[in-house]
């Protein structure tokens, strides 16, 4: 039986203007001539130089010493934003002025460009946590890991011990070049095509803190996997990079531009160009000088790579690319395959040196320094040195021995890290929500948590008939950080009216998805009008519609495919 693939939707209308009536602010065509105060704060002082006056200035005299323009805006180049003040309800999250909503305490984001982490670095990482952010951590799902309640006086000695080993927090916010999504599977699985970490890396080295790539339009995301399963959501990335193998060129990259999720959400888009390993740095500088050069600054909702390239279309940003910015043109290439596997690499799994790593699930990627400090420990008892986060709020442990792997899978269960989870532990992420983040309107850890063991409990025995993941995405408010238009079930966070009152809740999109086993190509979910879910009712409407979708689904008909189909009676 041949089941009907979901309409790709790729993203909604994202042009700007058809006969632009003022400048958009891009640099090459209008000048640098400020449009706004977001760009004159940003000319007028690079963000990498607020670190002199953070070690220097702040750390001495304290949260009151801190310049605004510096704690809203240059401190985010160096990872730190000022998390949100308890008791302040999600109803007063669009009437409070910023500083009216912070707290005088610090998200400190470290950045780990690949996933890459030795046990050395995470135990680093995690002795920060206890000693200075109150024991917590949050795995992103950009591979960062995030520490709270930071105070910028400490912040100096955390530098100075995240660079001992390694570590940074260089650019892990702010308009830059944020992290380095890479394949968690990098350098060791064993259907690997080509290892992406020399590119990472080169990419790294050359560019983070790089001063002329310091003040773009807005952030700027990039993904490189050498892996089939395409594990770094490129789709959703500004630059991205798949590898492929050329007829006559052999092993190298599929380039994608464009994608972002957010309000306006759009996937990303092939350039149908081949990129040889050698040459990834050189097209990634190219594409993030066409962002920094022709991308809009005038207003900052147009301010991401997708909308110039919804004016301009693939065509022409490659001419673009190729005869401003490259040495030489790029060769056409293929497209890659869909993938056949899942891409969060969770269970146990032989690497090509004949050891093992192992995939574990923490709950919507909550965890702690001790947690942290715990898993180097067990980790190196098993023979690892080397772990690694994904995209998906995940945490690989690396080169086990075959003899090691059941008591390395124990000791992660001790620890809440499940290497055999329940379907909806492994396909359930969660943005840091009300908790921490000052534009969230709702909670999102715990109510996800608490939907993930209702669920266990309710659907657990059907686990075997429902299959595969079916993944629940929250997101406190609508920025969509936890990706819920490329979720099964994904649940936007706002106030909701349930029987006429006002509530947290969630306005829900259904069957959205990137390419991969259920799949071809990559779609938005979508939405059915009047369709919203309070904030304790996560797992209540998730079982109601898993359930319907068991009963109405035609033969090896994934979620996302009966949802696109169904009628909305049925996803009520």
């Known amino acids: 039986m041949t089941i009907q693939q979901p309409t790709p939707i790729r993203g909604a209308r994202t042009r700007t203007t058809r006969t632009p009536t003022k400048p958009h602010g891009q640099w090459a065509v ?11 704060w940003k000319l007028a002082d690079d963000g990498l130089n607020v670190r002199e006056r953070i070690e220097n200035v702040y750390a001495q005299g304290g949260f009151a010493s801190i310049d605004p323009t510096d704690l809203h805006g240059r401190f985010r180049w160096w990872g730190l934003y000022t998390q949100r003040k308890p008791g302040i309800d999600g109803g007063r999250t669009a009437q409070l002025e910023p500083h009216e909503l912070e707290d005088e305490y610090f998200m400190l984001r470290v950045r780990i460009d690949g996933g890459q982490l030795t046990t050395h670095q995470l135990r680093v990482i995690g002795e920060i946590s206890t000693e200075f952010a ?17 105070q910028v006086e400490d912040v100096p000695e955390i530098w ?22 890479g394949s968690p599977v990098a350098g060791i699985a064993a259907d690997e095509i080509i290892d992406p970490t020399p590119q990472i890396l080169e990419i790294a080295e050359r560019f983070v803190g790089d001063q002329s790539l310091a003040n773009l339009p807005r ?23 798949v590898a492929v193998e050329h007829p006559e060129l052999g092993i190298g990259y599929d380039i994608w531009v464009g994608g972002a999720l957010s ?15 050698e040459r990834v740095a050189e097209v990634w500088h190219g594409v993030t000088q066409i962002f920094r050069d022709y991308g809009y600054r005038r207003l900052r909702n147009k301010a991401r790579l997708k909308f110039l390239l919804a004016d301009w279309g693939v065509e022409r940003f490659r001419d673009v690319l190729e005869t401003e910015y490259l040495d030489a043109p790029l060769p056409d290439g293929p497209a890659a395959p869909t993938p056949t596997t899942i891409g969060d690499h969770v269970g146990i799994h032989r690497q090509k040196d004949g050891r093992f790593y192992v995939g574990a699930a923490p709950l919507v990627g909550r965890v702690s320094g001790s947690t942290l400090t715990a898993l180097a420990d067990l980790a190196e008892q098993h023979g690892s040195q080397r772990i690694r986060t994904t995209p998906h709020q995940k945490l690989l442990v690396l080169d086990v021995p ?42 999102t850890k715990a109510n996800a948590a608490d939907a993930i063991r209702l669920l266990e409990e309710r659907l657990g025995a059907l686990e075997p008939e429902i299959g595969r993941p079916i993944t629940l995405h929250v997101n406190g408010c609508p ?10 079930i994904g649940l936007k966070g706002q106030l909701v009216s349930i029987d006429g009152e006002q509530v947290p809740g969630y306005q829900v999109h259904l069957g959205g998805g990137l390419a991969g086993v259920d799949r071809e190509e990559a779609g938005l979910g979508r939405t059915v009008r009047g369709l919203k879910v309070a904030a304790d009712g996560i797992a209540d409407y998730a079982e109601r519609v898993i359930r319907r979708y068991l009963a109405d689904r035609e033969e090896a008909e994934s979620f996302a495919q009966w949802a696109h189909r169904a009628d909305e009676e049925a996803l009520q």
């Open 30 to 40: 209008d000048g640098t001539e400020p449009l706004n105060a977001n760009e004159e």
């Open 479 to 488: 920025n969509s950080c936890a990706r819920i238009q490329i979720a099964d």
């Open 263 to 277: 309000v306006v959400p759009r996937l990303g888009e092939r350039l149908g160009a081949f990129v040889a390993p």
């Open 219 to 241: 952030k700027y995301k990039t993904a490189i996997t050498g892996h089939p399963s395409q594990d770094v959501v490129h789709e959703i990335n500004d630059c991205a990079f």
């Open 402 to 443: 075959e003899d090691g792997v059941e008591s390395l899978v124990a000791g992660l269960d001790a620890l809440g890290l499940s290497a055999r989870p329940s379907l909806f532990r492994r396909g359930t992420i969660a943005c840091t929500g009300i908790e921490y983040c000052k534009l969230a309107i709702v909670e």
């Open 134 to 150: 109150r024991d917590s951590a949050d795995l992103t799902d950009r591979q960062n890991v995030q520490l709270h309640w930071v």
């Open 160 to 181: 100075r011990r995240l660079e001992e080993v390694g570590l940074s927090t260089t650019e892990a916010c702010g308009d830059v070049p944020r992290v380095i999504l």
